[in-house]
């Protein structure tokens, strides 16, 4: 098939993110250039946090390979965007995103779960003590605080609505905007925003400030589970496997290093990191660190991870049914901890 120019490539994307997929054929992302010696990896991050990869390369599980910063990212669907069009080498995203992505034909790979929702890490929809705001009826008319236009948070918030009897007409009058995490305590205190989605360090932060409650939380629906993963372009990794190799044995083996760390130890090696990396940031978020949410063994991933977001499409009409074999897609080939029971 005819290679996309980038152009189309985030065309598409946008168009898989904000509507319903496209069944199509299959796309290759970028001409092949097997001369390239690769030995850096391009990613984005969120200021003030540390990514599993950027803890990798700091306890040295990544050997050679350099991990080279080109911004802050806002969300999920912007990060496959940007990996898509080639512009960066992995990207963390919502697995509900990602079978979009990969039922409209994009060859991405999920190699490594990179988060998910447990009793201590999860995304909760919160509004001030004093609102009227108490069941789904409640969001009729009111603003929603998310990271990104069809990303997590917009999936569990339309999910609770819907699995609460509100009409798709009553969901649509729920004004969705779209705002930093880190900004969203400071718009529900000022006013700006009726509900304000809390998730980990942020919601540590905006319970010890007080003042505010949730209305429902994710593993409230779905109990815990793995959220997201890190996806690789699968021409990236057949022209690299090596270094897909070395990056997935990395960040796996950094999962378990949070396992089994003290949150002191860990705390203190965030600081150190956000200090060395010297982006003019500040570290008030780390000392409220409350874990990855991913339980499985170095983030192996499963079935289940994505069967629920393929089965919420098919519902939705998004996905034809038997359209994806879930078994397909993703990979734990390069995880070394895959072998273990989880």
Not at 6 to 30: D, E, R
Not at 87 to 99: C, E, H, L, T, Y
Not at 156 to 179: F, T
């Amino acid at each position: 098939m005819k290679i996309l120019p980038k152009f189309w490539q985030k065309a598409l994307l946008a168009a898989v993110i904000g509507a319903s997929v496209v069944a199509g054929c299959s796309t290759q992302q970028l001409e092949k250039n097997p001369a390239a010696a690769v030995t850096n990896l391009r990613y984005q991050s969120y200021p003030g946090l540390v990514s599993l990869p950027e803890l990798a390369q700091d306890l040295g599980y990544l050997g050679k390979i350099k991990l080279d910063y080109v911004g802050t990212v806002q969300g999920g669907p912007q990060d496959l965007l940007t990996l898509v069009a080639g512009d960066v080498d992995f990207a963390s995203a919502f697995n509900g995103v990602v079978v979009k992505v990969i039922a409209a034909g994009l060859d991405v790979v999920p190699v490594v779960a990179s988060y998910g929702s447990d009793a201590e890490m999860n995304v909760g929809f919160y509004v001030l003590e004093n609102s009227p705001i108490r069941s789904a009826r409640d969001f009729i008319g009111k603003k929603v605080a998310v990271n990104a236009f069809g990303a997590h948070y917009e999936f569990i918030v339309k999910d609770y609505l819907l699995r609460h009897g509100l009409s798709e007409k009553e969901i649509r009058e729920v004004e969705l905007i779209v705002l930093p995490p880190i900004s969203a305590e400071q718009a529900l205190r000022n006013g700006q925003i009726d509900i304000a989605v809390f998730s980990g360090i942020l919601e540590k932060r905006a319970l010890k400030s007080g003042g505010v409650r949730p209305v429902f939380k994710d593993i409230e629906l779905y109990g815990p589970f793995t959220a997201g993963s890190y996806s690789m372009r699968r021409d990236f990794i057949e022209q690299n496997p090596e270094l897909a190799k070395t990056f997935v044995n990395g960040v796996a083996r950094a999962q378990e290093w949070l396992h089994s760390t003290p949150k002191e130890q860990i705390i203190a090696r965030m600081e150190s990191i956000i200090d060395k990396r010297q982006r003019n940031e500040t570290k008030v978020l780390i000392p409220f660190y409350t874990g990855t949410g991913v339980h499985a063994v170095g983030g192996v991933q499963k079935d289940q991870d994505f069967a629920p977001w393929v089965k919420a499409l098919v519902q939705e009409q998004k996905l034809k049914p038997h359209q994806l074999n879930v078994s397909t897609l993703y990979s734990n080939e390069f995880n070394p901890y895959a072998a273990q029971k989880n």
